[in-house]
């Protein structure tokens, strides 16, 4: 292969993204980077809680201003981060017809990503005062969400990476970034099954749960985005 030709062909790749995805970038990094500034001690015991349950229900019990609003605007960034991360994932996949490469793509992306957020985040609590356990909905709420700020910060730098690594190791970046969407999802669903045997509720529920409404339009989402 012509050396030149590959090295144009490497330019292009990264170019396609243009400025606007750097941009985007930024936005990102700057918002993690103020919350960071303006609230260290929220910062430091939201990593903490992913690990510790117990710090975690000391947060959820906490009755703070300054908590709300730190823990509202970094599930916003993460959704967005972890967004980003898909988007510039998927548009490595040639059987993948949608999103596209531009900007408008990537922000109908990053909404439609955090309106499903906010829908799994009803659905619980929905589900949660069908069955008469808005204690039982809050605690995972708040736990999915421990994980959901964590890991979109985490997936930031894999998006990053994914735009301007040399394209042979794209697909070693892109594995690393699902891979630690998965070790989040297990952490996940397992402090969500720790929850619900401390509660006393069958692991029948939750998995009963997982089916159909987190795996399901999971699925789906799969269906719609694959040719």
């Known amino acids: 292969m012509d050396p030149e030709a ?4 490497e330019v292009l790749r990264v170019n396609s993204h243009s400025n606007w995805m750097l941009i985007w970038l930024i936005v990102l990094t700057i918002g993690f980077v103020l919350t960071r500034m303006a609230f260290p001690r929220y910062w430091t015991r ?3 809680a992913m690990t510790f349950s117990m710090e975690e229900e000391r947060l959820l019990k906490e009755k703070n201003m300054n908590l709300y609003q730190t823990a509202l605007f970094l599930n ?4 967005l981060s972890i967004a980003l991360f898909l988007f510039v994932s998927l548009d490595n ?9 531009t900007a408008f793509d990537l922000v109908l992306f ?6 499903l957020t906010i829908m799994k985040f009803g659905s ?7 069955l008469k356990s808005q204690g039982i909905a809050d605690r995972i709420n708040h736990s999915w969400l421990i994980f959901h700020k964590n890991f979109g910060f985490f997936l930031l730098f894999f998006a990053l990476l994914v735009i301007y690594v040399p394209a042979q190791l794209t697909i070693y970046v892109m594995i690393s970034g699902f891979l630690s969407l998965l070790i989040m999802q297990i952490m996940n669903y397992l402090r969500w099954f720790q929850i619900l045997i401390q509660e006393r509720i069958s ?3 939750g998995i009963l749960y997982l089916c159909t409404l987190e ?3 999971i699925l789906v989402l799969i269906g719609v985005l694959v040719v």
């Open 124 to 130: 619980i609590t929905l589900l949660g005062n069908i």
């Open 6 to 9: 590959g090295i144009l062909n």
């Open 93 to 101: 996949f040639e059987n993948v017809k949608w999103p596209g490469n």
């Open 76 to 79: 916003g960034l993460g959704s």
């Open 110 to 115: 990053s909404l439609l990503f955090l309106l």
């Open 215 to 217: 795996i399901a339009p």
């Open 46 to 48: 939201y990593r903490q």
């Open 203 to 205: 692991i029948f529920y």
